[in-house]
């Protein structure tokens, strides 16, 4: 059954107070755009009333209005400075960008104008014990036709917190392809920005049979609007067979803040040979529930693997399983049609932050 919110009554949309206990009614229902309509309409109404353009922010918030919900957070501030409330709507704004250091001294101005305050301090201790390292594991199988031998992966990378904004990582990944084996080490750095965030990578495999002798990587995310971002990542990759270098424009988009996510990329290769290919990938994720996500994607695209650049179409679709807050089983299965023969993996791995 599908259910439906109950139509505001005449009288209330009339009475400014009564419609705002109706709004707050609303967001704390879990109706967080009814929520947003009904304060718009008390704000016009009654433009310095402090309390509705805080729960306007909070009703923001919550649908990952992002830009919105700070401005309505900062008028509130304007107009009161010592409200303890929008100071730590503004913290949460901060820990939903990414950004720990204003999220930190957002919150603590929360703690001191209201120290009894419980929310207050429960966001203050999840701030102070936001974890710093992170464990990924991933370990993977394929299957060839026409009796190839199999494929097999497995790969570990360790990640770290430098500061509030810089991220370090180092990943060895260990590969087997007919019969041949690589071992693959990369180190990268990433560095967030108030709208987004870049990173460098370095990598290579020493005495490669076809994986890259080294490769260097960079790119970036930036959020145009609170549900728009535009990516740009670039390689340039040596092979044994020769140098292959990658641009990959893109965009992603929020759907459904928070639930819904596609993302998209143009993929731009120059192959080994010098030729110059195209494709594209498509990629959406869906959360569920707040405990499992699923995925599911479609490329055609050029791919560099066994020392020469093919055209490859491929299915993938995965799941993101939260063991706890920190501990992460993820699944997946790709299915790939390599021309020369088809390629079907199973994967599976974990990830936790401590």
Do not use: C
Request: charged share 25%.
């Amino acid at each position: 059954m599908i259910a439906i919110a109950p139509e505001t009554p005449a009288i209330v949309q009339a009475d400014p107070q009564a419609l705002y206990e109706a709004a707050v009614a609303d967001r704390r229902a879990g109706r967080p755009a009814d929520a947003v309509a009904k304060l718009e309409v008390v704000l016009a109404a009654r433009p310095d009333n402090v309390d509705a353009r805080l729960n306007l922010g909070l009703a923001l918030l919550a649908l990952g209005r992002l830009d919105q919900a700070e401005a309505a957070f900062a008028a509130v501030i304007a107009r009161s400075p010592d409200y303890a409330d929008a100071h730590a709507g503004l913290a949460r704004v901060a820990q939903r960008r990414g950004d720990p250091a204003t999220a930190r001294r957002e919150s603590a101005e929360a703690s001191r104008l209201a120290p009894a305050d419980a929310e207050a301090a429960a966001l203050a201790r999840s701030l102070a014990t936001e974890p710093r390292w992170g464990l990924d594991i991933h370990t993977s199988r394929s299957a060839l036709s026409g009796g190839l031998p199999d494929w097999s992966e497995a790969r570990i990378a360790v990640s770290r917190s430098l500061g509030d904004r810089w991220n370090g990582a180092l990943a060895v990944e260990a590969t087997e392809r007919f019969d041949h084996h690589d071992t693959y080490v990369e180190a990268r750095l990433d560095h967030r920005l108030r709208r987004g965030g870049v990173y460098a990578s370095l990598g290579g495999a020493p005495d490669a049979d076809y994986r890259p002798e080294s490769s260097l990587g960079l790119g970036g995310e930036i959020r145009l609007t609170d549900r728009l971002s535009a990516t740009l990542d670039g390689s340039a990759a040596r092979y044994a067979a020769g140098r292959v270098t990658t641009l990959q424009p893109g965009a992603i988009i929020e759907v459904v803040p928070d639930r819904l996510q596609l993302a998209a990329r143009w993929i731009i290769v120059r192959d080994e040979t010098g030729d110059d290919r195209q494709g594209y990938s498509i990629q959406s994720r869906w959360q569920i529930v707040n405990r499992l996500g699923l995925r599911l994607g479609y490329a055609a695209a050029p791919e560099s693997s066994e020392g020469f650049t093919v055209d490859v179409t491929a299915w993938n679709v995965g799941a993101d399983v939260s063991l706890t807050d920190r501990l992460v089983l993820r699944l997946g299965a790709v299915s790939e049609d390599r021309g020369a023969y088809d390629r079907q993996e199973g994967s599976v791995g974990l990830g936790l932050r401590f």
